[in-house]
């Protein structure tokens, strides 16, 4: 299958791209490197140096990984995104290409700003490159589990059936998002459902949940191939900031009580999922909604299992509550909904010692590069 | 008190700012003009010239209106809109400042990408600048009925009680809409609701439906202070544009079976709203939600009321039922709850013959001056 991958260059697009091709599809990734450039404003870095994507394509292949295509370019532009489509002619999309930050998006106004635009601006530009070159083309967006909050009634797959005064409705599941990051994905939902019905696309919208690990499969041996690994507070997802902090002999900073709840996943089974959605399409005019996770942690329990394991490792591992600098219930109910990957065939990698280990033992060989003052930035949320 | 209105140049924008100031508030209209010269593009005309904002406050002043102040400005433009609340530091806010059209938004890619872009930047400019300059500031947005769509239940106001499972939950009542324009609106719902949570803000948002009418208390019986009568499709709403195809002699043109049902409101009614809920402002951390109209009618109904008062002028008004050009239910349930204005003290003005009466003897006074050509586009909307 021909698949296209926006924002080919991030944590999960760079691991997908590599993924969909050992699978034997021909994949072409795109990426403006935003994320690279916000971490240059924002002064963060990954763990580890990670090539662009000419290099990665290069060594991925050199390693007889078959080919990757990509080009660099700004979504946000038609001529662009067009160029992309008409050249490609995609089966499939999956598309990553957004400000990926919860943090971020909440620094200041100007990155705020930038959020919404180029989250909103990209989605619409998918959808309408979607229809004028590829009608047929499988639409496989990342959403979040953060679009729907923490509301205190079950999470449903993307939709819930309401009874009110006797009388039956199914509606999207109703959003109501921690961040703006999360609401530009709400928005997203919102302008996917009304093109879906307005024009037949085929879309898989994928709820994901907070993303861990470092390897999978195609990385194999050769570090040059692996993801951003980010530990700082802004892009860097709760459980490998955790990792890094246990190796730096820095607290584990618990927002507020750490009773926050999410639905968690091994980037291993982001693949799988991306692989299973696109490997098992929507329909035409449908919008099917996964929620994308395999096991639920609150912040608490993630730090006593890093604690845990890093106390075998030798570490000194301490848990400090701060001061929450976000808005947020640190304490609520939760329980959301997740069979439909399971029947696509997801077999899930649960969250075990041995995988916190192997991750702790990675991070020890940056133990010496780990910048103390990129971890804990306490962005405010007001 | 000291208003700030968005879009005061609009059919709705100006007649608000002569209301306003009437009742002795301090007003200055901010428009782009954006409307205007989106109707010079594509080649439609309001039924009359309407003067611009300097020669309006002009004539509203010279007759003794008082001083309604007025700067024409991109708010989409940070600097333009900073430069406005440092200035007039205003206690109300009313937020018209939208590409207000759904046909003009599903009329081809640039044009949805501009709705997308305008509506959605000004509405997340107006907030960081109610929280950058007034953070007290009640914030009044027009958002549209139309963001529910037509549900299979009632519409209640603004939010929706759940109960599933056997557990509770409140939300914002789930939100389906039928063109881009009104699924901008969602987004802005989504993006108001968000920043609420955060940052305690004053917000009322007025689901409004439909408007139709010229006159209101203000206009006199001066011309030049009448706001803009759009009878084209794009642009002018349905009940409008319905009066003046039975003064051409152009047949009523309804899309499809005519079942589709709305809630519609005089444009009296409309400023009585705003100044409703201006003077009641919301409390801070509160989203209000109001739904805005007074009374429902099908397209059918309201082309047989035209059609009854515009024979009894000894016009020869025809309907016709054309291939809906849009996707839409065209018989549907429909029953919007819509209390909370009443509450507050709103006495409607109800559609009835002589208001119809009225407005089909001004536009006989143009009878000339209309460009059949304007009337029927057919935007698709697929």
Redesign the interface.
């Known amino acids: 299958m021909r698949i296209l991958i926006l924002g080919g260059d991030g944590y999960l697009g760079w691991p997908t791209a590599m993924h969909l091709a050992a699978q034997g599809h021909e994949v072409i990734a795109v990426d403006s490197y935003l994320r690279r450039q916000l971490c240059r404003e924002v002064k963060v870095a990954p763990l580890y140096e990670v090539p662009e994507l000419d290099k990665r394509c290069a060594i991925w292949h050199s390693l007889g990984g078959g080919k990757i295509a990509y080009q660099i370019g700004d979504l946000t532009e ?1 001529e662009v995104i067009a160029g992309v489509f008409r050249d490609f002619g995609p089966q499939a999309v999956v598309h990553y290409a957004e400000q990926p930050a919860a943090p971020y998006s909440m620094l200041n ?1 100007q990155a ?2 930038l959020t ?2 180029n989250n ?2 990209v989605t ?2 998918v959808i ?1 490159a979607v229809k ?1 070159f590829s009608p047929q083309a499988h639409l496989v967006k990342l959403g979040t589990m953060g679009e729907y909050g923490t ?4 999470i449903e797959e993307g939709w ?1 059936e ?4 006797g ?3 199914k ?2 599941y ?4 921690g961040s ?1 990051y999360h ?1 530009t994905k ?2 997203d939902t ?2 996917l ?2 093109y879906v ?4 696309l085929r879309v898989t919208d994928l709820m994901q949940g907070p993303v861990y690990g470092i390897f999978t499969a195609e990385t194999g041996n050769d570090e040059r191939l692996l993801p951003f690994f980010n530990y700082d507070e802004i892009f860097g997802t709760v459980l490998n900031r955790f990792v890094v902090q246990a190796v730096a002999g820095y607290p584990l900073t618990v927002f507020g009580k750490g009773g926050q709840t999410r639905g968690f996943l091994n980037i291993k089974d982001t693949l799988n999922c991306i692989r299973l959605a696109v490997e098992n399409p929507a329909d035409k005019g449908e919008l099917r909604i996964f929620n994308q996770f395999t096991e639920t942690f609150s912040v608490n329990e993630l730090a006593d299992k890093v604690k845990a394991v890093g106390t075998d490792f030798g570490l000194n591992v301490e848990i400090q509550h701060v001061e929450n600098p976000r ?1 947020e219930a640190e304490e609520h ?1 939760y329980n959301p909904n997740h069979t439909g990957l399971m029947e696509l065939g997801l077999k899930p990698h649960y969250l075990d010692d041995k995988t916190l280990a192997k991750m702790l033992q990675f991070a020890m060989n940056y133990r010496d590069s780990i910048a103390r003052d990129q971890i804990y930035r306490q962005v405010k ?2």
């Open positions: 038609w106004r705020a700003t919404l635009r909103l601006l619409a530009n309408f004028e509301p205190n009634i079950d819930l309401v009874e009110h005064k009388r039956h409705q509606f999207l109703p959003r109501q998002a703006l609401t709400i928005m919102d302008l459902w009304f019905r307005m024009w037949n808005i109910y949320w007001a």
